[in-house]
């Protein structure tokens, strides 16, 4: 049998390489499994402002379960959101979005099938707007690309169309489903001036984003934090 003797400094350089795949491998996973790009030049995800005023958003409704539970609880706090609606959902639920506008929320376009790839981008952005237009008379200003991805030339076309590209700088991370503990925790612990706030009031089943969704409003408020649209967080920057 051969032994093998390294040196101190052959295991230092091993030990080094080691901790560099390690690093490696786990911001690759950190990028795969965390649907954010906030740092996309050119893209909205937040306000540069003093004030203590933050943006909830909820993505890929309006869901006919869910939906109406956070509007709810909207409507009890007296808090305003927007919602980035996906088209095909807002063809079935023409009356959850009249609901929105009714009570003084904000509506989205979110595309019309969730396709994270955008091949279509242009008519989907069109199909969900005018999905949106006839349930309410008003047409969608703010676009989030499913899953916050948005490449340069995806980002341009968005413009020419009329839209502006709105990510997050706050993941509840809901879409996980980590617990209500969990959901409240991540915006509340990471929360600043200007934040814009990413949930979900559709996709899937949503009763962990409803259950936190009280809790988070009243932390917030807590804290001095006011809760406003988009398009008013907007004014601040």
């Known amino acids: 049998m051969r032994i093998y003797v390294l040196s101190r400094r ?3 350089l091993g030990l080094l390489f080691l901790f560099t795949v390690g690093g490696i491998l786990a911001i690759t996973q950190f990028t795969l499994t965390t649907p954010s790009l906030v740092r996309t030049p050119g893209t909205y995800y ?3 402002t003093p004030e203590k005023v933050v943006a909830l ?3 890929d409704g309006p869901d006919p379960i869910d939906t109406p539970d956070i509007l709810d609880i909207l409507k009890e706090k007296e808090a305003r959101a927007t919602f980035f609606v996906l088209g095909k959902a807002a063809q079935s639920n023409p009356a959850l979005l009249k609901r929105l506008v ?3 929320h904000e509506i989205g376009n979110h595309g019309f099938n969730h396709d994270y790839q955008q091949r279509h981008l242009v008519k989907e952005m069109n199909q969900t707007d005018q999905a949106v237009y006839a349930a309410t008379g008003y047409h969608t200003y703010f676009y989030r ?3 916050g991805f948005v490449s340069k030339t995806q980002l341009e076309t968005t413009n020419r169309n009329g839209h502006v590209v709105a990510l997050w700088s706050v993941d509840s991370k809901d879409w996980r ?3 209500v503990k969990q959901i409240v925790d991540n915006v509340v612990k990471n929360v600043f001036p200007g934040s814009i706030i990413l949930m979900h009031d559709g996709g899937y089943q949503r009763s962990q984003t409803v259950k936190s969704l009280g809790p988070i409003i009243d932390a917030l408020r807590a804290r ?3 809760l406003a649209t988009l398009s008013e967080l907007k004014t601040l920057d």
């Open 102 to 104: 009714k009570e003084g």
């Open 224 to 226: 001095g934090y006011r």
């Open 46 to 48: 937040m306000a540069n």
């Open 177 to 179: 489903n980590p617990g």
């Open 145 to 147: 690309p499913p899953g």
């Open 10 to 12: 052959k295991l230092l």
């Open 57 to 59: 958003t909820f993505d």
